[in-house]
């Protein structure tokens, strides 16, 4: 079935994780995939430039279609597979509406995650600001209380946009991942830290679980004191 | 009709113009909506934070339904009303996959043009350095040459993902409409300028033009130089 679509991929990438999960709950199993290396700055290989002129990943094919945003593909996935495995849009006004808010506003969060995590990569080294690194802890910190308030009115066992899996487990789940896997508290966070607990099993999620994660079970500690 | 919507915007803002672009196009006119200042910083309002917590605008409700994502607000419309005014989600695999990569691919271009017109607005003056000022610009010119690629390849008189006119021109017209307001030379990108002039007389676009645009016709030339 999914002979006719290619991943490229990295290991922890939320984007990538994204596809991957997308795939597995639309039964999209035995897609040509390639596992690449970040620190080798294989996302910048002619392989992926063919399909993604950015140089970033995922870069993903179905046919002559190609869809490299991760909210592209789950959404054009969705679409074209809507039959396959459980329906990932939910059909109630009220639960589509929350489900596109969560979806969309996680962007807030991934990208004040990055601005804290990936401060050194990204900034080069003279243009380094302590002031600049106590901002995006604070602004980092604001986020994450935001997204504890919304689980806290998401019932035990629910999902984000209501009683049925959707979309926006698809999207938001690696992002809180990120989170714990950088030393976030679940004792401090203890409706986040449930929600990952509970979509962590989910057979989708563990078939895509980050290989290196897997390997190296202990991440980093960058979000312990938050 | 929609008089159960309520949009609180400010003038400029693309996120903000989507939705009132997408409002347009579904007929949804007579929504409640109110024009906020950021000069006066009015999106950090009590008015605001009630509805969006992180005081940024749109901040939009229908009914008990809270969309203040420009990309969930369209889409929730979109699916809600989708056969009043014109379908904006093509039928066609082919056209609804480039219309998902086009539409979420753009924040890369909006987040670059950020980076290059509010740098002073966003980091604070001891952070400042021309290396990144410098390394901005080169982010953004090559990001506007490869949406100006994309458009070689779209047919004269068609739109971004085919013949139809759809989400991905909601999305990613008022983010090419900034450039150009911000001093982009349609000579030099001769693509991009033929589709902000097809795009700039729709009728929702222009019932939507932002006010002091219509006040104040010229823009800055932070762009000029591209």
Known sequence: MAKDMTLLWGSGSPPCWRVMIALE???????????????????????VLDINPRGQLPAFKHGDNILN?????????????????????????????????RMFEVLNLSDKLSNVIYYNY???EGERHDSAIK????????EIKLWEGYFQKV????????????????????????????GLSTERYPKLGAYYNMMKDRPSVKATWP???LENPQGGDTLKEF
């Open 25 to 47: 709950e639309k039964q999209l199993q035995g897609y040509n995939q390639k596992l690449l290396s970040f620190e080798k700055a294989e996302h910048k290989s002619k392989e």
């Open 69 to 101: 945003e991760s909210y592209a593909a789950c959404m054009y996935l969705e679409s074209r597979f809507r039959s396959q495995g459980p329906q990932l849009i939910p059909e109630g006004q009220l639960e589509q509406a929350l489900m596109y808010q």
């Open 122 to 124: 990204r900034v080069p």
């Open 135 to 142: 901002r995006n802890k604070e602004n980092l910190a604001t």
């Open 155 to 182: 019932e035990v066992g629910s999902y984000l946009a209501g009683k049925a899996f959707s979309l926006a487990d698809v999207i938001v789940f690696p992002v809180i991942a990120y989170a714990f896997r950088f």
């Open 211 to 213: 290989p290196h994660w």
